[in-house]
């Protein structure tokens, strides 16, 4: 079955950066498009970008344009997302899900990570 | 790239039937019928319930039914049961980007 599993939740000060991971499972990984999301405290969902797994194309939302960074190692069928010069508004939930012609039918579990000093 | 515009909230008893709407441009929703709309509860990931602005997943109940007209998407849920009460988004492809709705809380009265 269809699995995407994300690494853990993380606490990170201003100005850092973090990784986070997307490993996928129960298909191939190369044939869809992942997607990143977030979802602040109380806010709803919020589009990042995606990246092509086969080619390794990527598309990002313009308020996270120099800041994020989606990649791919075929080899493990894994997705990274990093989002750098973290603020405080940046703690969020933020979930890998695979795209189905512009659908999303699979959700990681989401990995909270926190910006505090 | 701005978020669609749903309704905060809205509301019904169990039996009855709800629609939610979703608003967005010529470059989004107008644009293409590449709308899909998700349940969200808290603490779980979110759920695909309608792809393709019509299209019913496996396993989603025949309750849940999506249209558009023009910019305007719509979700409507009829003879509303008590799991029903979530967090629903809708969802729009916008050429190589995409777009979320602000989100809705349905409640059960």
């Known amino acids: 079955q269809v699995q995407l599993v994300q690494s853990v939740a993380s606490v990170k000060k201003p100005g850092a950066s973090v990784k986070v991971s997307c490993q996928a499972s129960?298909?191939?990984?190369?044939?869809?498009?992942m997607h990143w999301v977030r979802q602040a405290p109380g806010q709803g969902l919020e589009w990042m970008g995606w990246?092509?797994?086969?080619?390794?194309?990527?598309s990002y939302a313009q308020k996270f344009q120099g800041r994020v960074t989606l990649t791919r190692d075929t080899s493990i069928n894994t997705a990274f997302m990093e989002l750098s010069s973290l603020r405080s508004d940046d703690t969020a939930l933020y979930y890998c899900?695979?795209?189905?012609?512009?659908?999303?039918?699979?959700w990681g579990q989401g990995t909270l990570v926190a910006v505090s000093s | 790239q701005s978020a669609l515009t749903q309704p905060r909230s809205v509301s019904g008893s169990p039996g009855q039937s709800v629609t939610i709407s979703c608003t967005g441009t010529?470059?989004?929703?107008?644009?293409?019928?590449?709308v899909s709309w998700y349940q969200h509860h808290p603490g779980k990931a979110p759920k695909l319930i309608i792809n393709?602005?019509?299209k019913r997943p496996s396993g989603v109940p025949d309750r849940f039914s999506g249209s558009k007209s023009g910019h305007t998407a719509s979700l409507t849920i009829s003879g509303l049961q008590a799991e029903d009460e979530a967090e629903y988004y809708c969802c729009s492809y916008a050429g190589r980007y995409v777009v979320f709705g602000g989100g809705t809380k349905l409640t059960v009265l």
């Open positions: 990246i092509n797994p086969n080619s390794g194309g990527t």
């Open positions: 010529s470059s989004d929703v107008g644009g293409y019928n590449f």
């Open positions: 899900t695979r795209d189905v012609s512009w659908n999303y039918d699979y």
């Open positions: 393709d602005v019509t």
């Open positions: 129960g298909y191939t990984f190369t044939g869809y498009y």
